[in-house]
């Protein structure tokens, strides 16, 4: 058993994100493993731009008030304790919502290539900002 040594904690690159975004990688397995798990913590109004994972992807909402939408699905209010499964290939984006902060835990693997995510656009404000559906609702 070995305590493992995290590098230092990144900020979010404006190319994938708007907003102030930090993320602290927890575990980037070695092969044959290829797990991957990170805390990314977003300030209100944070989010990512549109990406997949090509093994999917597992959130676990940590702490905090967020959003995430699945590519053509309604935006969701997501909070501390929910956890959403994205499947293989589901173009998705998530973040913290306007007036909150929001962080998550990340859980995915590396595709068998070693690609962890194809990224795409930034999610304008408008987008953003659209009418989200409660929790409950």
């Given amino acids: 058993m070995d305590i493992i040594d995290k590098p230092a904690t ?3 690159s404006s190319d994938r994100f708007i907003g102030d975004v930090w993320i602290d990688e ?4 070695e092969p044959p ?3 991957r798990a990170s805390i ?9 731009a549109w990406h997949a994972h090509p093994v999917g ?3 676990h909402v940590l702490d905090g008030v ?16 929910d956890t959403i ?26 595709g068998d290539d070693g690609a ?6 930034q999610i304008p404000d408008r987008d953003y900002g659209a009418a989200v559906r409660p929790r409950g609702g």
């Avoid at 990314?40 to 990512?48: E, H, K, L, M, Y």
């Fill in 10 to 12: 990144t900020r979010g």
């Fill in 26 to 29: 927890l575990v980037h397995g």
């Fill in 33 to 35: 493993s290829r797990v």
């Fill in 40 to 48: 990314v913590r977003f300030a209100p109004g944070a989010r990512n």
């Fill in 57 to 59: 992807q597992t959130l």
């Fill in 66 to 81: 967020g959003r995430i939408q699945a590519r053509g699905g309604e935006l969701l209010e997501i909070r501390a304790g």
């Fill in 85 to 110: 499964a994205t499947p293989p290939g589901e173009w998705h984006w998530h973040g913290a919502a306007p007036d909150h902060f929001m962080t998550h835990l990340a859980v995915f693997e590396a």
């Fill in 116 to 121: 962890e995510s194809a990224w795409g656009e």
